[in-house]
C-alpha cells in the first residue's frame, strides 16, 4: 500500500527562507507563540499523525464509504477513532481564539495543519475543514451569546459544523434560495426546506453538527438581496456547554459520489428547525462570503494535496519499475531494463507534477501570510486594515482555487499515466486520487465561476483594472531587483515582460466589454489560467531567487535542494509557463465563434 510523507522540508524552506514566517509571525499579536521551535514541533507532530494516522485509512474509507442507518450517518471504520485523536490533540482549535478554548496562533498555522491533513486523507479533512469555516462565520457575525454556546465546544472539537447552500434549483445562483425562516416569538426561527450536496451534513464523529443555513424571512426581498444567515444545530445547546433535544434536521439521504466516498455528502431536510439569525436580516449572502472564502482558500490545498501525493507516488513507481533502455544508452547496465525514471517522456511527466506541487504550495502560503493580517483586522477591530488585506487576498482567490484544483487535476491524471496500467488499478491508490481530486474544480464555485468572479467582479467591475496593476507592480519590483543574479535574470525578464502583457490583456478585455458584453464570460477562463501561470512563475522567481542566494551563502538545507530548486524553476519557465500564452490568444478571441452557432443547431439527431 502506498503511504504519504509530509513534505516537512519544503515546507520549512517556503517558511523560513523564501516568506520569512518567522519575521512574519514577529509582526503580527497571534504571533507571540509561534516561534521558530514550537512552529517546528507543531509541524512534525502534524506530519506524524498525518502519516500514522491518517494515510493508512485513506484507500480502506474509500473503499468502505460511508452508510445511511435510520437516519444517521456511519463514518468508514476507523475514523471515529482518528477523529477522537485528532480532537485531543488539540488540532481544531490550532488557529481559534483564546477565549474560545482555542490556541491563538496565526491562521496561517490552520492552513499548513489542513495542507499536511488533506495530502494524506483529504476525506478525512473535510470533516473538520467544515467546521472551521463554521467557527470563522460564527467568530466574525455572531453575537457574544453565540459564541459563547457554540465556539467553544466547536474549538474543542466536540462539535461539527457545515454550511448550507445548495437547493435542488440552485447552485451558485443563491438567489432562488426557497429555504424559508418564520420567526418565533422567543426571537428564533423556524427554518424548512432542503439542502443538498452539503459536506459533513451528518456524521458520528462529533456529539453535535452546527449548520449555517441559508435561508428567507417572510417579506423578503427577491433574489440575494433577501437572504439571511441562521445557525441551526442538530441538537440543540443545553444552557451548560453540552446537546439537548434532537432539533428537526435530518439526512434524506446520501449522494452517490465519484469520489472522496468517505466523506459525507448529505441532503439534508429542515423540517420545521430551530434556528438563531446570525448578523443582520437580509445580509446573509455578506456573511456568509467570510465562510465561502474560507472554504475556496481551504479547496485550493485540493489541487495541491493531489499533486503532491500523486507525485510521490509516481516518482516512487518510476524509480523501481524496468522498461526498455532509455534513448542515451543504458543507464543500469548491471539489470536487464532501466527505470522509467531514465525516460525523458516519463522526467517531464514527474517534473510537472513536482513543479505544480511546489509551485501550488508556495502560492498558498503567499496567499496565507495576507490571511493572517486580515484575520487580524478583524480580531483587533481594526477594519480599514481587515479590508484592505481581505481586498489583496480576494483577487488572489480565484486564481489559487481555480487554477490550482485545474493543475492539480492535470497531476492527479500524470501519477495514473506514469503507472500505465497498473494506474488504472484501485490497489494502487492513483486512480483514487483522480476520483478524489475531481470534485475540487466544482464546489465552491466551479472552474467558470471562479473566472467569472476574477475577470468579471475583482478586476473589471470593483477595481477597472486596478487589482491587476497593484499585483503586477509587487511582481516587477521584485523581477527589477533580480536581474543582476546571473542564475535569476532570465526568469526576472521573462516576469518583467508578462506582468506588462497581464496589463495590456486587461485594458484590451475592458475596452472589449464595453462593445460586446459576451467578452467577459468568453475570455474569463483562459484570463483566469493566464492570471495563476504568471502568478505561478513568480512563485518560481522567488524561490529560485532563494536556492540562488543560499548556494552562494549557505543555507539550513543541502547544496542539492537548492540545485533541485533552480532545476525545476527552470523546468517551469521552459516548459509549463509558455501555456500563458496560448491562453493570452484564447482571451482575445471574437466571441463571434462561440455564440453564432444557433442552440437549435449544436447536434443534428434527427
Aim: proline share 4%; aromatic share 8%.
Amino acid at each position: 500500500m502506498p503511504v504519504y510523507k509530509a513534505p516537512l522540508r519544503d515546507m520549512k524552506f517556503l517558511l523560513n527562507e523564501v516568506f520569512d514566517y518567522p519575521g512574519h509571525y514577529t509582526r503580527l499579536k497571534t504571533g507571540e507563540n509561534a516561534t521558530p521551535d514550537i512552529v517546528d514541533a507543531i509541524l512534525n507532530e502534524c506530519g506524524k499523525f498525518c502519516e500514522e494516522v491518517l494515510s493508512p485509512l485513506y484507500q480502506s474509507g474509500d473503499e468502505e464509504g460511508c452508510k445511511l442507518d435510520n437516519g444517521e450517518v456511519i463514518t468508514p471504520t476507523g475514523y471515529r477513532e482518528a477523529y477522537q485523536q485528532y480532537a485531543q490533540g488539540g488540532w481544531q482549535g490550532l488557529s481559534a481564539p483564546e477565549a474560545y478554548g482555542g490556541q491563538g496562533l496565526p491562521a496561517s498555522m490552520g492552513l499548513f495543519k489542513q495542507e499536511m491533513m488533506g495530502t494524506a486523507n483529504w476525506s478525512f479533512s473535510m470533516y473538520p475543514g467544515l467546521s472551521m469555516g463554521a467557527m470563522n462565520t460564527i467568530f466574525l457575525h455572531g453575537s457574544e451569546d453565540q459564541k459563547q454556546t457554540y465556539l467553544v465546544p466547536l474549538t474543542e472539537g466536540r462539535w461539527g459544523g457545515t454550511m448550507c447552500l445548495t437547493e435542488p434549483q440552485c447552485g451558485t445562483d443563491l438567489g432562488q434560495v426557497k429555504t424559508k425562516a418564520a420567526p418565533q416569538e422567543d426571537g428564533s426561527f423556524k427554518l424548512s426546506g432542503t439542502k443538498i450536496f452539503i459536506s459533513s451534513g451528518d456524521h458520528d464523529l462529533t456529539e453535535n453538527i452546527v449548520h449555517i443555513v441559508l435561508a428567507r424571512l417572510p417579506d423578503a426581498p427577491k433574489g440575494t438581496r433577501g437572504i439571511s444567515l441562521f445557525i441551526v444545530p442538530k441538537f440543540l445547546p443545553d444552557g451548560n456547554g453540552g446537546v439537548g433535544k434532537a432539533n428537526g434536521v435530518t439526512c434524506g439521504s446520501l449522494e452517490k459520489k465519484m469520489g472522496i466516498k468517505a466523506s459525507a455528502t448529505c441532503v439534508m431536510n429542515f423540517d420545521e428547525a430551530t434556528g438563531f439569525l446570525i448578523g443582520p436580516e437580509n445580509e446573509g449572502l455578506n456573511c456568509m462570503f467570510t465562510f465561502m472564502n474560507t472554504a475556496r482558500i481551504g479547496t485550493a490545498i485540493q489541487g495541491v494535496g493531489p499533486a503532491e501525493l500523486s507525485y510521490q507516488w509516481a516518482l516512487d513507481y518510476a524509480r523501481d519499475r524496468r522498461s526498455m533502455r532509455a534513448l542515451s544508452g543504458k543507464k543500469e547496465p548491471d539489470q536487464v531494463a532501466d527505470s522509467l525514471i531514465h525516460h525523458a517522456d516519463v522526467r517531464r511527466m514527474l517534473l510537472t507534477q513536482k513543479a505544480i506541487a511546489e509551485g501550488g504550495r508556495a502560492m498558498l502560503y503567499y496567499a496565507a501570510r495576507l490571511a493572517d493580517h486580515m484575520v487580524e483586522g478583524h480580531t483587533t477591530g481594526d477594519e480599514k486594515k481587515a479590508d484592505a488585506y481581505d481586498d489583496r487576498l480576494g483577487f488572489l482567490t480565484p486564481i489559487l482555487k481555480g487554477f490550482l484544483t485545474e493543475l492539480g487535476n492535470e497531476a492527479a491524471n500524470l501519477g495514473v499515466q506514469v503507472f500505465g496500467g497498473h494506474g488504472y488499478i484501485r490497489e494502487h491508490g492513483m486512480e483514487q486520487i483522480v476520483r478524489d481530486t475531481r470534485i475540487a474544480t466544482l464546489y465552491e464555485g466551479t472552474t467558470g465561476i471562479q473566472a467569472l468572479d476574477l475577470l468579471g467582479r475583482k478586476v473589471l467591475l470593483m477595481t477597472q483594472g486596478g487589482a491587476v496593476r497593484e499585483f503586477t507592480l509587487k511582481v516587477a519590483n521584485f523581477a527589477r531587483k533580480t536581474l543582476t543574479d546571473k542564475r535569476v535574470r532570465p526568469f526576472s525578464v521573462e516576469l518583467l515582460k508578462l506582468t506588462a502583457q497581464w496589463n495590456v490583456l486587461t485594458v484590451r478585455l475592458m475596452l472589449a466589454a464595453r462593445k460586446d458584453r459576451d467578452v467577459v464570460s468568453s475570455a474569463a477562463n483562459d484570463f483566469l489560467m493566464y492570471s495563476g501561470y504568471v502568478t505561478m512563475a513568480y512563485m518560481w522567481a522567488r524561490m529560485a531567487a532563494v536556492a540562488s542566494d543560499k548556494l552562494e551563502k549557505g543555507g539550513s538545507d543541502s547544496e542539492d535542494f537548492y540545485r533541485a530548486k533552480l532545476a525545476t524553476a527552470e523546468f517551469y519557465y521552459e516548459r509549463l509557463l509558455p501555456r500563458a500564452q496560448a491562453h493570452a490568444t484564447g482571451m482575445l478571441s471574437p466571441t463571434r465563434s462561440l455564440m453564432q452557432l444557433a442552440p437549435e443547431h449544436m447536434a443534428f439527431t434527427d
